[in-house]
């Protein structure tokens, strides 16, 4: 009986991922593999970093709705010094898979400065610059929505590093095609996309927003039309590979972000809903590539309009 | 001694108990999972579904609940729960034979006692992880329960209820007795569950008069197993606090170390 042999490696900028099935910033810590082996996972991408620790934003943070989870977190880390020292060697001694460093800076020197912190350190092998994060305020998104800022940032570190440089971008924007084009101009590796979509609830006994913060980050399968369409225009306008989220809980999802483009997906909040999501979705994609002969490349970007 | 892994599972609800209002109790029995329990820990639970199947069944895959562990009797685990919303709705559907689906233990559990003279004071919900703490401690301490509900519906076993209504036991909050309750029965530590108000009235007697105190605190909780921070609440002192995680450091804290201002 001849034996289909499913091709389920992918291919960012510079690393080669033996899945294509990743996880989304702030969704996934070395909690997870207590139900999962690594194996399944393409990367992992840590928890976003910034240079100085953040106590992240006043409870009640999280507000699950009718379709997806609003949340405000506010980016509540260590800090950078905290990171590299504490939190680095084990990831180090944990990971097999290789470790995606997200970071977030509050003007493009902190970044810069920061990445120059990063790659004085083994064991990374990429990084994502979080520029879009909805929760920090005049931080992060301010970046992640100018072209031209993009571009300048993508120009600015991608000189200074081998490894790849992954720029996360945010669906808050009026087009995407123009700033994944920016990301691309300025050195970018690879893209990913979409971070969380503004959002909000409202009890309507009270008339108190669910979020302390009022306006949260929207995720989970509610926005996932949206970010199948900014997946897929984005991947028209550029050449570099997109690691594609937003809203992926099964494997069928991730196909249609494979046909639109994507290089490789990325789970979030599915993460919070199963904790086998990860093994489940790279299961069935490997089984849909086997039963139709065929390889991840065939598939990726030929969606037919 | 290592703290144990969490264990995500399926189990077969073997029996349920209808209480009054919107409570009711949902019982699994495992013996082997049961060892790994400890009063004040919790599960996330959820009615079993899968997400392959959502679209046949029409239902959007919605986050696990965390819930308190009620009772433990060698593996007959018990979660005492309140109708609220979604997901406690879809648990509230759930019959004898049904799948649940379990992550856990998780947390930490409250500090196991001798020697002390106790008070347990409960509001609500927070009645359930209560239940358990005392059939650990009730050979070698002196326990006084108080417990308080908005009316007869939201009050269960134990030595002195308050309602605020006054359809049974004292009329009023629970927590305007506790003042009197300490000094008479000389009370040397506190634990406490329910809504925040309450807990922060305790903690307010409780530190006046110098008594220790830990409470176990509930959030919204998207993971429950310490990666997404969304349960986060204020501990520390006011010069040096820092967000901690209800599911991770908590939800047992000690009393004094919340900032309740902030919460």
């Given amino acids: 009986m001849e034996q289909n042999v499913s091709q389920i490696y ?21 909690e997870n593999l207590d139900f999962m082996a690594q194996d399944y996972l393409g990367a992992y991408v840590c ?80 990084y994502e610059l979080n520029v879009s994060c909805p929760n920090v305020e005049n931080e992060g998104i301010a970046f992640g929505v100018d072209p031209e800022i993009v571009y300048k940032l993508c120009a600015l ?45 409202i009890d309507i006994q009270s008339g108190k927003s669910m979020l302390k913060k009022g306006i949260g980050g929207y995720s989970g399968i509610g926005i996932k039309p949206l970010a199948l369409a900014l997946t897929y225009r984005a991947a028209k306008a550029v050449d570099i590979p997109i690691i594609a989220m937003g809203g992926i809980y099964s494997w069928q999802d991730a196909l249609e972000f494979f046909w639109a483009g994507a290089s490789a997906v990325a789970l979030g909040t599915a993460n ?24 991840l490349n065939e598939i990726i970007g030929k969606c037919e309009v | 001694m290592d703290k144990l892994k969490p264990q995500f599972l399926e189990r077969a609800i073997y029996s349920r108990e209808e209480l009054c209002g919107d409570y009711f109790i949902l019982w699994i029995w495992d013996e082997e999972l049961g060892k790994k329990c400890q009063p004040g820990q919790f599960f ?15 239902s959007l895959p919605k986050l696990f609940k965390p819930i308190s562990i ?24 759930l019959k004898a034979g049904d799948l649940l689906e379990l992550i856990g233990p998780l947390g930490n559990g409250f500090p196991i006692v001798s ?12 009645y359930p992880p209560l239940w358990y703490l005392q059939k650990r401690l009730i050979k070698h301490n002196l326990i006084y329960w108080v417990h308080g509900g908005s009316n007869q519906c939201d009050v269960f076993p134990c030595d002195e209820v ?53 409470c176990s605190l509930e959030a919204y909780m998207a993971c429950g197993i310490g990666v997404c921070y969304g349960c986060a609440v204020p501990i520390g002192n006011t010069e040096d606090w820092n967000y901690l995680r209800v599911c991770k450091e908590g939800p047992v804290f000690n009393a004094k170390e919340v900032l309740w201002n902030r919460m």
């Fill in chain 1, 157 to 201: 570190l991608a000189p200074l590093t081998n490894r790849e440089l992954i720029i996360k971008l945010s669906p808050n924007v009026t087009d995407i095609a123009v700033i994944a084009k920016a990301a691309e101009d300025g050195g970018a590796t690879s893209i990913s996309l979409i971070n969380t979509i503004w959002g909000m609830a």
């Fill in chain 1, 10 to 30: 992918t291919s960012l900028g510079r690393l080669t991922l033996n899945s294509p099935v990743t996880i989304a910033s702030g969704t996934f810590a070395l």
């Fill in chain 2, 70 to 93: 009620y009772d433990n009797a060698e593996g007959r685990i018990g979660f005492f729960i309140k109708k609220v919303g979604y997901g406690t709705n879809a648990l509230s559907k």
């Fill in chain 2, 162 to 214: 308050w309602t605020e209504d006054g359809s049974l036991g004292k009329m009023g909050m629970v927590t305007e007795g506790v003042r009197s309750l300490i000094m008479e029965k000389k009370i040397n530590l506190i634990y406490s569950c329910g809504p925040i108000p309450m807990l922060k009235e305790c903690a307010r007697i409780a530190l006046e008069l110098e008594i220790e105190h830990y």
């Fill in chain 1, 47 to 126: 928890k976003t970093i910034t240079r100085y620790p953040k106590k992240g934003n006043p409870p009640p943070r999280l507000f699950e709705t009718e379709a997806g989870l609003l949340n405000s977190i506010g980016l509540q880390n260590p800090g950078l010094d905290k990171f590299i020292n504490d939190d680095l060697p084990i990831l180090r001694e944990t990971l097999t898979t290789p470790l995606i460093v997200s970071f977030s800076g509050s003007s493009l020197n902190e970044f810069k400065l920061m990445l120059e912190s990063l790659e004085q350190n083994e064991g990374i092998d990429g």
């Fill in chain 2, 115 to 126: 020697g002390k003279k106790i008070l347990l004071v409960s509001g609500g919900i927070g």
């Fill in chain 2, 44 to 58: 996330e639970i959820r009615a079993h579904y899968s997400i392959e199947n959502a679209e046949e069944t029409r």
């Fill in chain 1, 272 to 295: 919070f809903i199963d904790p086998l999501a990860v093994p489940k979705v790279y299961e069935g994609i490997d089984n849909f590539l086997r039963e139709r002969n065929c390889t």
